[in-house]
């Protein structure tokens, strides 16, 4: 059963609504700029043999995983342009990572963004991980058009009024989902003819 429509006292409770239900882009210039960060992350499912290209370098468009990790950076720096009522945030860090993870059955892609701003980075980290899984079925779609991107989800954020927020561990991925804590970044891309790193 679908959930009851928001009222409309919900609906101004929203910060990008007005009282007349009218879109609005909140204004900031009140607080003060302050050290912000945030976390995302997203999943594309693929096949063991698609994932085997990506693993090996071998798709016909080139490294996926370098690709879809500078399109996540160009993304995640233009998040204002994207999303209508987001604030221009002056970026300080913005690192994308797509690594291949058999486990999980695909590519695992982490975005983290940072600032000191008067507004959060959690959009620009979203907006990232999406355009740079994305990107990975792009580069993939001439093999298997079945891909599948599983989730795009904020794990973390720190600083503003709201302090932190972490995003517990979903029991259906098992002990060794990956927390949500800083990980490890993907190895540097070896030299052309030197082995790929190998998947989990």
Avoid: F
């Amino acid at each position: 059963m679908d959930p009851a429509p928001p009222t409309r006292n919900d609906r101004r409770r929203l910060t990008h609504v007005d009282r007349a239900g009218r879109p609005r882009m909140v204004d900031v210039s009140a607080k003060p700029a302050t050290p912000r960060r945030a976390v995302a992350e997203a999943l594309v499912a693929m096949g063991p043999a698609t994932l085997q290209l990506v693993v090996d370098g071998t798709s016909a468009k080139g490294d996926v995983l370098m690709v879809a990790e500078l399109a996540g950076v160009m993304a995640g720096k233009r998040t204002s342009e994207l999303i209508p009522l987001c604030h221009p945030v002056p970026l300080t860090d913005l690192v994308v990572s797509a690594t291949p993870d058999r486990q999980a059955g695909g590519v695992r892609v982490r975005a983290e963004a940072a600032t000191t701003a008067q507004t959060g980075v959690e959009m620009e980290a979203l907006t990232a991980a999406s355009v740079a899984a994305l990107t990975v079925y792009d580069m993939v779609k001439g093999v298997e058009k079945g891909v599948e991107i599983r989730w795009v989800r904020l794990l973390e954020k720190t600083g503003g009024k709201s302090g932190e927020w972490h995003r517990q561990p979903d029991p259906a991925e098992g002990p060794d989902a990956r927390p949500a804590s800083r990980g490890p970044r993907r190895p540097a891309v070896p030299k052309r003819g030197a082995p790929r790193p190998r998947a989990k």
